[in-house]
């Protein structure tokens, strides 16, 4: 491992690794990555693999949307074969509070150049023709989401970046952030100190807790999203879209001969836990049967959960720490980290290089928007 460093990286997951990726692009190769377990171990490897450029906020939008354009070039980039199949995103919405939402969030995206429809229940069925759709006031599609695989995103970023000379500590935790007059010196490991004077926290739902080897407080709370694989009804195209049942955050997604099969526990309380519970997967049945009657009795192949982590408005700090010279947030994305994971890297890129983010304004991603009262919150969270 280097004694010192330009930049060390915290976090081996795919935000960290498209950050090393972009960082060596821009010739910036003096750089390591600190990873406690393997590179996309954590969150990253139990994603769904999700990118929807379908956002509330301006600022979501342009990210998605960015991100798509890099994935469409990942493999030309990078050599890596993303997987990413623009199947599309199909939001069913039940509520007039919910379809309101989403006429104002389509007129927003149409603004920014997205190509999205809002369309009838009927019309939904079509696309996905098991689904109930008795009480979908309305749904929002758009073609260009889809999904990818978070692992090889990662790991193709992760091979670059070393091919370019950035190093990859697999195996090692950080221990602390050395300070000297308000500004980072040394990011402390299991196996020895790294000088540096940036430090890049990248560590998901730890995030927090990294922060504050610092001395700095971050609202970022880990939670558990659980995520099941199960068989495919035979009337469920292996080409379907997304589908998210809004109201009650319902989704599911084909997945090679089967489904991905997910959804959010609102009661649940913030936990590291990856545990799976049965609980939940009763609920989780309730709510897919319910859209989904084809659902009922299909076989269950395996669970798993990972974390969110969590922001009081469920956006990303993003960006230069003010009370520590050198200290870098790319975390709390709220769900969104895979899917953002490309412009991220990007953004913090031009942060550290240019100094200043000159793709996509993202001031509304500064921790400092937790001190004042103008905090704008993502509504299309799942």
């Known amino acids: 491992m ?27 190769t003096d750089v390591v990555i600190v990873e406690r377990s393997a590179l996309g171990a954590g969150s990253t490897g139990r994603s769904a693999g999700g990118v929807r450029q379908q956002f509330s906020t301006e600022t979501n939008c342009r990210m998605s949307m960015l991100s798509v354009q890099k994935l469409r070039s990942f493999e030309s980039d990078t050599g890596w074969d993303p997987g990413f199949q623009q199947v599309g995103y199909l939001f069913l919405l039940t ?49 260009t989401d889809g999904h ?7 790991l193709g970023y992760a091979a670059v970046a070393r091919e370019l000379g950035v190093e990859v500590c697999s195996g090692v935790s950080v221990t602390g952030i050395s300070l000297e007059a308000g500004a980072v010196t ?15 926290i990248a560590a998901g739902p730890w995030s927090g807790e990294v922060a504050r080897c610092a001395g700095i407080e971050v609202p970022i709370q880990p939670y558990r999203r659980q995520l099941y694989y199960i068989e495919r009804a035979d009337s469920i195209r292996s080409t379907a879209p997304m589908v998210v049942d809004f109201a009650s955050s319902m989704y599911f997604r084909p997945e090679g001969p089967g489904l991905l099969l997910g ?17 939940f997967l009763a609920m989780l049945i309730d709510q897919a049967v319910r859209r989904v009657p084809v659902l009922e009795g299909v076989g269950f192949i395996r669970g ?21 010279q050198g200290l870098i947030m790319a975390s709390g994305f ?17 942060i550290l290089v240019d100094g200043n983010a000159r793709s ?22 799942i």
């Open 334 to 350: 709220s769900g969104h980290g895979f899917m953002h994971a490309p412009a991220t890297g990007q953004l913090i890129a031009e």
């Open 95 to 143: 509520t007039p509070q919910d379809w309101e939402l989403f006429q104002r969030n389509v007129a927003l995206q149409r603004g920014l150049g997205l190509e999205v429809d809002l369309t009838a229940a009927q019309a939904a069925k079509a696309m996905v023709p098991p689904l109930m759709v008795d009480d979908v006031l309305g749904a929002a599609f758009c073609s």
């Open 148 to 154: 990818a695989d978070p692992t090889n995103v990662c």
């Open 263 to 279: 959804m959010t526990d609102r009661s649940e309380p913030s936990s590291f836990s990856t545990n799976t519970d049965d609980r």
């Open 304 to 324: 798993w959960a990972g974390l969110y982590d969590v922001t009081p408005d469920a956006n990303p700090i993003l960006g230069p720490i003010p009370d520590v």
């Open 186 to 200: 040394a990011v402390e490991t299991s196996e020895g100190s790294i000088r540096t004077p940036c430090a890049v």
């Open 360 to 381: 996509i304004d993202v001031s509304a991603f500064s921790s400092e928007r937790f001190r004042g009262e103008g905090i704008t919150p993502e509504r299309n969270v």
């Open 2 to 28: 280097r004694e010192r460093a330009d930049v060390v990286i915290i976090g081996g997951g795919v935000i960290g690794a498209s950050i090393a990726f972009h960082l060596a692009q821009r010739g910036l």
